[in-house]
């Protein structure tokens, strides 16, 4: 039983790693710098914003350094946005590789998914890393923290993920609603705020939205005593498993109904 086990798991990194192959191959061709879009794309994209915040002197009133507060919501917006973004639509382009009997529903968005916490991740921290030997950042206060409130947002963009991927099999309105509600998400992720700065009366609506508390965690551990931040970890917990089961329960309604090409 337990070689049978090490068997399947084998068969399954193998199943995952050649479906992230095929990914980055298609998304990325074999051409200039190749996957290494994986990481650079998003990196454009959040060094874009820090710049234009630094150029415009923007402020977020407060004392916190704009490059940092930047750097840390944007990499955030990326982290949980791209995920679903990507699972979107995702499994009828790969319907002929239903004929394979190892191949699932759920493989073709773990697959994704991962593929975006990878670029991501790698973004953050080389930008990270980038700033504060440039001295426009310094380094975090509480590691730990970051990377745990880190893991947090990416938990629960993977549960968001496969929920949106296995709904949009289901009915073309999810890509259609998803869209512009991730815009409509956006300024209220807590990316371009701190909870600490709204009313009262504010504070306890946003604290509703799971996803707030990751950045209020992230940057609790960038910026350490300089910021009073608000989360509770088992509120949002506990919406990321609850996320995770129905996205699950619906994946496998999905997997039954698909039907290879």
Not at 82 to 90: E, H, L, S, T
Not at 104 to 117: A, C, H, N, Q
Not at 139 to 164: N, Q, S
Request: hydrophobic share 50%.
């Amino acid at each position: 039983m337990h070689d049978s086990f090490l068997r399947s798991c084998r068969i399954q990194m193998r199943v995952i790693g050649a479906l992230l192959m095929r990914e980055i191959i298609t998304r990325y061709g074999r051409h200039n710098i190749g996957f290494l879009w994986l990481f650079i794309e998003p990196m454009i994209f959040t060094l874009g914003i820090t710049v234009l915040w630094n150029m415009s002197k923007a402020t977020h009133g407060s004392h916190l350094p704009i490059t940092a507060f930047a750097v840390t919501g944007y990499s955030s917006v990326l982290l949980w946005r791209n995920m679903p973004a990507r699972c979107v639509g995702a499994i009828a382009p790969n319907l002929s590789l239903m004929y394979h009997r190892n191949v699932r529903v759920m493989d073709i968005l773990v697959s994704r998914i991962l593929l975006e916490v990878a670029g991501t991740t790698m973004s953050f921290f080389t930008l990270s890393l980038i700033f504060i030997s440039v001295g426009s950042m310094r380094p975090p206060e509480d590691m730990f923290k970051v990377i745990f409130g880190w893991f947090m947002i990416a938990w629960f963009g993977a549960a968001l993920g496969v929920f949106i991927g296995a709904m949009s099999e289901r009915s073309e309105l999810v890509e259609k609603i998803w869209h512009p509600l991730a815009y409509l998400m956006f300024p209220l992720s807590g990316s371009v705020f701190m909870v600490e700065w709204l009313p009262q009366s504010v504070q306890k609506i946003v604290l509703w939205i799971p996803i707030v508390h990751g950045v209020e965690l992230l940057r609790e551990g960038y910026f350490g005593y300089a910021v009073k931040a608000h989360y509770s970890l088992s509120y949002m917990a506990m919406c990321c498993l609850i996320l995770t089961l129905v996205g699950i329960s619906q994946e496998r309604v999905v997997s039954r109904q698909v039907t290879p090409e």
